[in-house]
């Protein structure tokens, strides 16, 4: 009897790679089961605070700032525990000074939590133990960040509680009138504006639970299945291992947003295949930063910045995946067509298996698949809709019994086929068959299909959906291998025990919280930075400064704030470059947009600085996940940073484009509105890679590639075109309002340009916009908007605003001056110019296949009469 391993790689060697990258020591002897123990206490005290318990039997029950406090302070113990001081430092054990610093740290953090009561009694009053332990914990934490960091993110935080202290001393335009050292130590470390402010609550309270939710769903096997799915799905086609490695990121990116890990975890596999189809080392670990990085931007389990997003715009997280959704998935799907490119360009043709099946079996295997995914999924959605007014208060007893019983039918079906081959004996001379492939793992989509429920049907918070999800894990941790053995009739293979589950438990626990350590850090020190903004008002005087920079033109602005995240990006992670940018420009741009009457959502924004921010991973010289590739691909890491980063022109491409189109994000989209625009727009992104690329049917010519952008800038943003024929809007006088406003119909849309001053009281013009409310006269709609106007001197003024009104909400305030109204023009659909553009390509392909028939007819040999 074989026995058959559920996951087939090396999790010693994955975590060694990790932390080889990122410059972590890994003790041996007792330090490293008291940092294992560590790590698995933080998981399960996550664990613990995230689900019921607590309060169904009376204990344990926390507030949000005691939980930031020990979540801090077991990220702080272990960053010194596993992170040295220096590269000379000892790998092998942690010297006494690190166990200093750590308890320290530690203490500094949990201050908070024992003192919690008192500190309430008594808000803004500092002590002087709080002011010791402020004036310990910022350093500490400045410290713990540059250890885990690098030195980026301190020296930046380093730098704005500087400008907090100095600010008399400061400059003109950037001088404030300081912050007293009490004052700071006490807005830092002791309220909830600095260190222990959003960011670190968006880390204790969904981060965690996500990232341990794919250490889990990794540990259980699900990532060596998805790759193995990907792998007998695409490993026959021309340039197959490298597409299989894109799909394989993206099913990995469904359940990690780390992209070192899914670098490591996916790349180890993938790359070396890669190399043996004739990719060079740069290129295949190239394409696998890209597609790794972007499993970020991948719903469900986005990165967390996308958490962070929540708190900062304000919509549920279901709302950030609703949005999420096109861009990620028109990425990926570029991204499977530039491999195909660069396939196309070495040469390489589709490998000649012989277990490759007629296509018409492969696509009705397929087919299969997916019909019983989709069903699982529909059953799912409609059973449990219809469960829950029948069931009652047994619902969630009723819900356990049917999952229970589809997890069985699943490992029965899984018993029924081969089990997954180990990386090891997977070649390119035999691949697996893709429907035994998908049969052996579907209990693998519980989890997910649990935590989506959760997330878009139920509308938990983002922590109870994971903490559901991570419970079906455990569960499957814990029993896939006994039962798998049980319901296997033949005892050709033995998948192992019980035991053997309780250590893949126990790992995945510890692996968890060991990849939260740098987000816990780096939330906590960019808390810092948030602070320091809103204790001095240094965001207002960086608005006018960038402002001035733009020149007040938004295009300028936006490339302007992508630049500052590709820098940051140099020295800072993802999550730290999101909230450092976001905090600073993400107001700026919308005013801006405001003031060129262009309304910029402001999810929109948000996106785009995340979209800019995952870039930190690829940039080089400092791209972490450029460096893990080349570790496995023996490549040169700053070429494989380079190729990535030019890979990923796509992924910086489309923030620039649902800035202006946000159609792409599905704002105000129906459902078939929305699929049209998710095919147009996957076939601009793929006319765009091809340009990018510099390769079409064949190798383009320089006017070719110049045609091919604009075809791809016109399917994506056709109303540009329609802007420079005719106006989109139509102007009326201020003074005509409600008339205009007995004119139009409920929700018709009523911008009005705006002149006065904002809240510091700067004159600006700037734009808003109305959906016009139900009335029945001009006057009653506008008393609906909460608007009261006078006329002085020929102008139209702001008399009342009414409170809690749609103009209040806009900004509106008394005496501003209402400059213009624009009412959308009636102008043909914007769509039409998608004609032209499909025109022109046209004339594009049959350029190039006209000079691939010429050259195919000078390689024939001439025939003698």
């Not at 041996?28 to 933080?42: D, E, R, T, V």
């Not at 997916?370 to 449990?384: E, H």
């Not at 319901?487 to 626990?509: A, F, M, Q, S």
């Not at 791809?712 to 106006?727: E, K, N």
Request: aromatic letters at 10%; a negative charge; charged letters at 15%.
């Amino acid at each position: 009897m074989e026995k058959t391993p559920i996951t087939s790689h090396d999790a010693l060697s994955t975590e060694e790679l990790i932390a080889q990258d990122v410059g972590a020591r890994l003790p041996s002897g007792p330090m490293a089961k008291l940092i294992a123990a560590l790590a698995l206490s933080w998981s399960l005290f996550q664990l613990w605070i995230a689900s019921p318990l607590p309060f169904i039997i009376g204990f344990g029950v926390m507030n949000d700032t005691e939980t930031r406090a020990i979540h801090l302070a077991f990220a702080l113990l272990l960053a010194f525990f596993v992170f040295p001081a220096r590269k000379r430092s000892p790998r092998d054990r942690v010297p006494g000074s690190d166990w200093l610093l750590g308890l320290v740290s530690t203490a500094a953090a949990l201050y908070l939590f024992v003192f919690y009561a008192e500190l309430a009694q008594r808000p803004g009053n500092l002590t002087t133990a709080d002011f010791i332990t402020a004036c310990v914990g910022i350093p500490l934490l400045l410290e713990a960040a540059r250890r885990v960091l690098g030195p980026a993110l301190p020296l930046i935080a380093s730098l704005f509680l500087i400008y907090s202290l100095a600010g008399p001393w400061m400059p003109g335009l950037l001088a404030h009138r300081g912050v007293p050292l009490p004052a700071l130590a006490n807005h830092q470390w002791i309220t909830t504006e600095g260190v222990f402010g959003i960011a670190l609550g968006v880390s204790t309270s969904f981060v965690f639970l996500f990232v341990l939710f794919g250490a889990l769903l990794e540990r259980a096997g699900a990532g060596h299945y998805f790759i193995q799915l990907a792998f007998s799905m695409l490993g026959h086609l021309r340039g197959g291992p490298a597409k299989a490695a894109v799909v394989a990121s993206g099913l990995t990116g469904l359940i990690s947003g780390s992209s070192i890990a899914n670098v490591v975890t996916t790349g180890t596999f993938t790359i070396p295949m890669m190399r043996k189809v004739g990719f060079s080392a740069e290129k295949a670990g190239a394409v696998e930063v890209a597609s790794s990085v972007n499993g970020q931007i991948m719903p469900p389990v986005m990165g967390a910045a996308a958490f962070l997003m929540v708190e900062y715009v304000g919509i549920p997280y279901v709302d950030i995946i609703k949005h999420a959704f096109l861009p990620a998935a028109i990425s990926y799907i570029s991204l499977l067509y530039i491999v195909h490119l660069e396939a196309l360009k070495l040469g390489m043709q589709p490998l000649a298996v012989a277990t490759v099946r007629p296509w018409l079996a492969r696509l009705t295997g397929f087919a299969f698949g997916a019909a019983l995914i989709s069903g699982l999924s529909m059953a799912v959605y409609y059973g449990l809709g219809w469960l829950k007014p029948l069931l009652g208060d047994y619902t969630l007893p009723g819900v356990a019994i049917l999952l229970g019983i589809a997890y069985l039918g699943l490992l029965k079906i899984a018993a029924m086929n081969e089990p997954l081959a180990s990386e090891e004996e997977t070649s390119l001379d035999t691949l697996p068959s893709t429907r035994a492939v998908l049969l052996s793992g579907l209990h693998y989509l519980l989890p997910v299909v649990v935590l989506v429920w959760c997330l878009m049907v139920e509308r938990l918070s983002p922590g109870l959906s994971a903490f559901w999800g991570t419970v079906i894990l455990v569960v499957i941790v814990l029993t896939q291998r006994p039962l798998l053995n049980w319901l296997r009739t033949d005892g050709k293979h033995h998948y192992g025990t019980v035991e053997e589950g309780i250590v893949d438990l126990r790992e995945g626990l510890i692996a968890g919280a060991r990849n939260m350590i740098g987000i816990g850090i780096a939330t906590a020190t960019a808390g810092i930075i948030v602070g320091a903004v809103s204790q001095t008002g240094v965001g207002l005087v960086l608005a006018d400064l960038v402002e001035m920079l733009s020149m007040g033109n938004l295009l300028l602005m936006l490339m302007l704030t992508a630049l500052l995240s590709l820098i940051l990006g140099m020295g800072l992670p993802t999550t730290a470059n999101y909230i450092v940018v976001s905090s600073l420009l993400a107001p700026v741009i919308v005013v801006l947009g405001q003031q060129q009457g262009l309304i910029v959502p402001l999810i929109a924004v948000h996106l785009f600085v995340f979209y800019f921010g995952i870039m930190a991973d690829v940039t080089p010289p400092v791209g972490l996940a450029s460096f893990a590739a080349a570790a496995v691909s023996k490549g040169d890491p700053i070429k494989t940073g380079l190729t990535a980063f030019y890979y990923s022109l796509r992924t910086a491409a489309l923030p620039f484009l649902f800035i202006f189109n946000t159609d792409l994000l599905l704002i105000d989209v129906d459902w078939a509105h929305g699929i049209a625009i998710f095919i147009v727009a996957t076939i601009a992104m793929l006319i765009f890679a091809a340009a990018t690329q510099g390769y079409f049917l064949t190798r383009n010519r320089w006017y070719e590639t110049l045609l091919l952008l604009l075809v791809a800038f016109t399917l994506f943003r056709p109303g540009f075109w329609q802007d420079q024929i005719t106006d989109p809007f139509r102007y009326v006088a201020p003074s005509e309002l409600s008339a205009e406003l007995n004119s139009l119909s409920e929700g018709d849309i009523l911008r009005m340009r705006i002149r006065g001053e904002d809240a510091v009281g700067v004159i600006r013009d700037f734009s808003v916009l109305f959906e016009v409310p139900a009335g029945d006269t001009g006057d009653a709609k506008q008393q609906a908007l909460g608007l009261e106007t006078y006329q002085q001197d020929g102008k139209t003024l702001i008399d009342i605003v009414h409170f809690s009104s749609p103009a209040e909400k806009a900004g509106l305030m008394f005496d501003q001056e209402i400059v213009e109204l624009r009412i959308p023009a009636q102008r043909w659909a914007k769509e039409w110019f998608w004609l032209p553009a499909g025109l022109l390509f046209l004339v594009i392909v049959a350029l190039q296949r006209r000079r691939i028939n010429s050259a195919e007819q000078e390689q024939q040999p001439l025939v003698q009469p």
